[in-house]
């Protein structure tokens, strides 16, 4: 992590999981014993034990399960493509060390994703990170013309942050921007800082929660993992695939990672499109 006269710069974002589903045991043998079957799923991922809960109730195949426990039924959900079972099962993520571009990418994914993302209102970015893609921070000559403009943009930010602070204090001005002539300090300060992040570039650090299925997951490591994709979003669904490979190997255990020339990796799978 760099740091350059108060300006600190990231290239690589960071995945944390946060949160993640349990399954109410005693209720699931209550349905099953109200059905007179008697279960249970070899998995102990509640995202896994679930999803072949749900497909098992699509055709009641509790009471004879075919040999291979739940690793072999997901694998076979994915190859025939029943990938609506696999909406049942969620995970919420925490990722920081993005930068607004990416994230403006990543809230394209709409079906079967939450965000909540950092608010440059209400934080002041004074302190900000930004985050430098690899193609410049490799380069000492395009690093050195990223920084500067990060820097100026930085210190314009600062600046006019502070200037709209002290114009706002004038209850004339106040009116004028449309807030109440005796606006407390924490509505003026708000107003400053969402008109001077206007001059703040699209490197800016941000963090956002995320919240999605299995599905909805697959999709976007297909999408945005693909040879296709902007470099730094390929590096987050990778962090994002790792996380998930090791919390769930039989739903996300088929996915093959194959190196790219640019140092970042392709994201495979023999069931595409689940």
Same mark, same amino acid.
């Given at each position: 992590?760099?740091?350059?006269?108060?300006?600190?710069?990231?290239?690589?974002?960071?995945?944390?999981?946060?949160?993640?589903?349990?399954?109410?045991?005693?209720?699931?043998?209550?349905?099953?014993?109200?059905?007179?079957?008697?279960?249970?799923?070899?998995?102990?991922?509640?995202?896994?034990?679930?999803?072949?809960?749900?497909?098992?109730?699509?055709?009641?195949?509790?009471?004879?399960?075919?040999?291979?426990?739940?690793?072999?039924?997901?694998?076979?959900?994915?190859?025939?493509?029943?990938?609506?079972?696999?909406?049942?099962?969620?995970?919420?993520?925490?990722?920081?060390?993005?930068?607004?571009?990416?994230?403006?990418?990543?809230?394209?994914?709409?079906?079967?994703?939450?965000?909540?993302?950092?608010?440059?209102?209400?934080?002041?970015?004074?302190?900000?990170?930004?985050?430098?893609?690899?193609?410049?921070?490799?380069?000492?000559?395009?690093?050195?013309?990223?920084?500067?403009?990060?820097?100026?943009?930085? #210190? /314009?930010?600062?600046? $006019?942050?502070?200037?709209?602070?002290? +114009?706002?204090?004038?209850? %004339?001005? *106040?009116? @004028?921007?449309?807030?109440?002539?005796?606006?407390?300090?924490?509505?003026?300060?708000?107003?400053?800082?969402? #008109? /001077?992040?206007?001059? $703040?570039?699209?490197?800016?650090?941000? +963090?956002?929660?995320?919240? %999605?299925? *299995?599905? @909805?997951?697959?999709h976007f490591l297909?999408?945005?993992?693909?040879?296709?994709?902007?470099?730094?979003?390929?590096?987050?669904?990778?962090?994002?695939?790792?996380?998930?490979?090791?919390?769930?190997?039989n739903l996300f255990?088929?996915?093959?990672?194959?190196?790219?020339?640019?140092?970042?990796?392709?994201?495979?799978?023999?069931?595409?499109?689940?």
């Amino acid at each position: 992590m760099p740091t350059s006269d108060a300006v600190t710069v990231l290239t690589e974002p960071q995945v944390y999981l946060v949160g993640k589903q349990i399954v109410q045991a005693p209720e699931l043998e209550r349905f099953l014993g109200d059905h007179g079957v008697n279960w249970k799923s070899d998995s102990d991922v509640p995202a896994e034990i679930l999803a072949e809960t749900a497909g098992r109730v699509c055709y009641m195949s509790f009471a004879k399960p075919r040999p291979g426990g739940n690793a072999t039924y997901l694998n076979h959900i994915k190859q025939v493509g029943h990938g609506s079972v696999l909406e049942h099962g969620v995970w919420n993520l925490l990722l920081t060390g993005l930068s607004r571009s990416l994230t403006h990418e990543l809230v394209r994914h709409r079906a079967g994703f939450g965000y909540s993302q950092l608010s440059q209102r209400y934080v002041d970015e004074s302190v900000a990170e930004y985050v430098e893609p690899d193609i410049i921070a490799n380069d000492p000559d395009l690093h050195a013309v990223w920084l500067d403009a990060v820097k100026q943009s930085h #210190a /314009a930010y600062v600046k $006019l942050a502070e200037l709209l602070n002290a +114009k706002l204090a004038d209850p %004339a001005a *106040a009116t @004028a921007a449309m807030l109440p002539p005796d606006a407390d300090r924490t509505t003026r300060r708000k107003a400053a800082r969402q #008109a /001077a992040r206007s001059v $703040l570039p699209n490197a800016t650090e941000t +963090k956002i929660f995320v919240t %999605a299925n *299995a599905r @909805a997951l697959r999709h976007f490591l297909e999408q945005r993992g693909s040879t296709g994709a902007e470099p730094e979003i390929r590096k987050l669904a990778n962090r994002i695939l790792d996380v998930l490979a090791q919390d769930s190997p039989n739903l996300f255990g088929d996915y093959q990672k194959i190196p790219l020339p640019d140092g970042t990796f392709e994201i495979k799978t023999p069931y595409p499109k689940v």
